[in-house]
C-alpha cells in the first residue's frame, strides 16, 4: 500500500484575482468559470487564465450574491450558482445576465439551507432534477 499522495502534479495554469475560490466549472468553449466567495461574485477566465469578465454583486436582490459556493454549467450554457448565504439558487446566461431564482430559505421542496453545490445531469432540465441532501 502506499502512503498519502503529496503531490498531484505540476499547476499548468494559474489562475489570480480570486479571493476564496469555491466553485468551478468548465463550459464548452473551455472557459473557466470560478464561484468567489468573499467578493460575492462569479469570474469567467479564458482556458490561458486571462480574465474575460466578473458578474454578481454583495446582496439580496435578483444577480447578487452572499458567498456564492457552487458553479455548474447547463447544456444551453448557462450559468447556475449556489448562493449559499441568500438560501437559494440563481441561473444566469454565459455572459452573467440574469435570468431566474430557484428558492427560498427552509427544509421543504424547493427551500435550501446554505446550498454549496449544484450539478447539472445530462439529458436534465435544472427545474426537474430532484435534491436529496443527506445528513450525517
Known amino acids: ?38 467578493r460575492h461574485c462569479v469570474t469567467v477566465f479564458s482556458p490561458c487564465g486571462e480574465r474575460l469578465r466578473s458578474f454578481g454583486t454583495y446582496g439580496w436582490g435578483q444577480g447578487q450574491f452572499q458567498c456564492p459556493c457552487g458553479v455548474a454549467i447547463d447544456s444551453d450554457e448557462n450559468v447556475l450558482v449556489a448562493n449559499w448565504g441568500n438560501h437559494h439558487i440563481q441561473k444566469f446566461t454565459a455572459q ?27 439529458g436534465c432540465t435544472w427545474w426537474t432534477v430532484t435534491i436529496i441532501v443527506f445528513k450525517s
Do not use: C, W
Request: net charge negative; no cysteine.
Open 1 to 38: 500500500m502506499q502512503g498519502p499522495v503529496e503531490k498531484l502534479g505540476t499547476p499548468i495554469l494559474t489562475i489570480g484575482a480570486v479571493n476564496l475560490p469555491d466553485g468551478v466549472a468548465v463550459n464548452q468553449r473551455e472557459e473557466v468559470v470560478v464561484t468567489d466567495h468573499y
Open 96 to 122: 452573467g445576465e440574469f435570468l431566474t431564482t430557484v428558492g427560498t430559505e427552509g427544509s421543504v421542496p424547493l427551500q435550501f439551507d446554505r446550498p454549496r453545490s449544484i450539478l447539472v445531469m445530462v
